[in-house]
């Protein structure tokens, strides 16, 4: 079925267009690289996979609860309307709010398949090309399986949000090739990491939890990339350049938040938008869920070297300056064991069912005739 016919409101256009600048580099230095660099490279090699072989399509999902969300966590709870929704209401509502996770997930991993396909491109060092090239190619794959989640399991997309689209806009505007870095691993990625990491923690759902399991053991090595790549360049930028980029950052995490919200959804339950920015900015769980969601930005921030007086004073703002003192490589070393624990899990259980049907066909045989 085409995706223009299960989107709730259709896009105005098939596609969208961002003109590209700034300078495609070659680099004639083929022996040279970063040992660091150039061992995560062989990672990204080592570790592909493919979305329609290990995950488990057949298991089936309740396109009206697929996550397991519970009704705190919906907007529209303990507001005046709540009382008023039927059960089969609350269900739809639920159906929508995954649908628009979903969905933002799906267009982000699109926009970090543009991003690291442009990192390819302007990017100065061969072992930063060498990755991006890999990353290209996770991401097709992210993209890929959140598409046949929506269509398959779910059945209802919703167009991009207008501040993800607007990040991703300046992201690909600018002409300076750290900049894809900046706005793709640092910004979105991060934020995409932690969304993920709170559904893949607290979802009863095999399926969705393979799926973020698994994209979240790739995301991982790009944060990893993004650090080493942006930590060595701002190391020799000028005050004033660093500021730049401070300022990026500031506007970009306001973007975030402000994309959190979720009002599209209570607006296609007859919510006045106004409205549905109120219940959203009130909610408790909401609040506490978009605080969380900078977990991964704020460390990785101040790792690379980003954190002037402005900026700290923008995370005082956002409540979340303290996220500064997280240890990103314990997140990111904890996303690769819980795949591969949950790939360990699975392969035990194949083979003990495999186990018990060489038993139950032996025991058949052995049976008098």
């Known amino acids: ?63 009206y ?15 005046k309307h709540w009382a008023k929704l039927t059960a089969k209401d609350r269900a739809e509502l ?3 709010y995954a649908s628009w996770q979903f969905s933002q997930f799906l267009h982000g991993e699109q926009g970090a398949m543009i991003c690291a396909a442009r990192i390819v491109e302007s990017v100065p060092d061969l072992d930063a090309k060498f990755y991006s090239a890999t990353q290209t190619m996770d991401e097709a794959r992210h993209a890929e399986i959140y598409g046949r989640f929506l269509h398959e399991k779910i059945g209802l997309l919703y167009p991009i949000n207008d501040n993800l689209q607007s990040l991703l806009g300046d992201t690909l505007r600018d002409s300076r090739w750290d900049m894809p870095y900046l706005g793709m691993q640092v910004l979105i990625e991060g934020l995409a990491l932690a969304a993920f990491g709170m559904i893949r923690d607290t979802t009863d759902k095999p399926l969705p939890q393979q799926i973020l399991a698994y994209v979240m053991q790739d995301e991982a090595r790009h944060v990893a990339f993004g650090r080493m790549a942006l930590r060595d360049y701002y190391q020799q930028l000028t005050d004033a350049e660093l500021r730049e980029r401070e300022e990026f950052v500031i506007e970009g995490c306001y973007l975030m938040r402000d994309r959190l919200r979720g009002v599209e959804v209570l607006e296609n339950f007859g919510i006045p938008k106004a409205e549905a920015e109120e219940y959203s900015e009130q909610s408790e769980f ?24 402005r900026l700290q004073q923008a995370y005082v703002d956002l409540g979340v300056l303290e996220l500064g003192d997280s240890s990103l490589d314990l997140l990111m070393s904890q996303d690769e064991e819980i795949a591969e624990k949950l790939d360990a899990q699975r392969f035990a259980a194949e083979e003990r069912e495999r186990a018990a049907e060489v038993r139950r066909t032996i025991e058949e045989g052995a049976a008098p005739g």
Do not use: N
Not at 40 to 45: A, D, R, W
Not at 291 to 297: E, G, N
């Open 1 to 63: 079925m085409p995706t223009f016919d299960v989107y709730t409101s259709t896009p105005d256009d098939p596609g969208w267009a961002v003109p590209a600048t700034g300078a495609a580099r070659f680099s004639w230095e083929y022996d040279d690289g970063r040992d660091r660099l150039l061992a995560l490279y062989q990672k990204g090699k080592d570790k592909q996979w493919d979305g329609t072989k290990r995950i488990d399509w057949d298991l089936e999902v309740d396109p």
């Open 65 to 79: 609860d697929p996550l397991g969300t519970p009704d705190e966590a919906l907007a529209l709870h303990g507001t």
């Open 94 to 96: 639920r159906r929508h």
């Open 286 to 309: 909401l609040a506490l869920f978009r605080k969380l969601l900078f977990s991964r930005i704020v460390p990785c921030v101040k790792d690379i070297g980003l954190w002037g007086k």
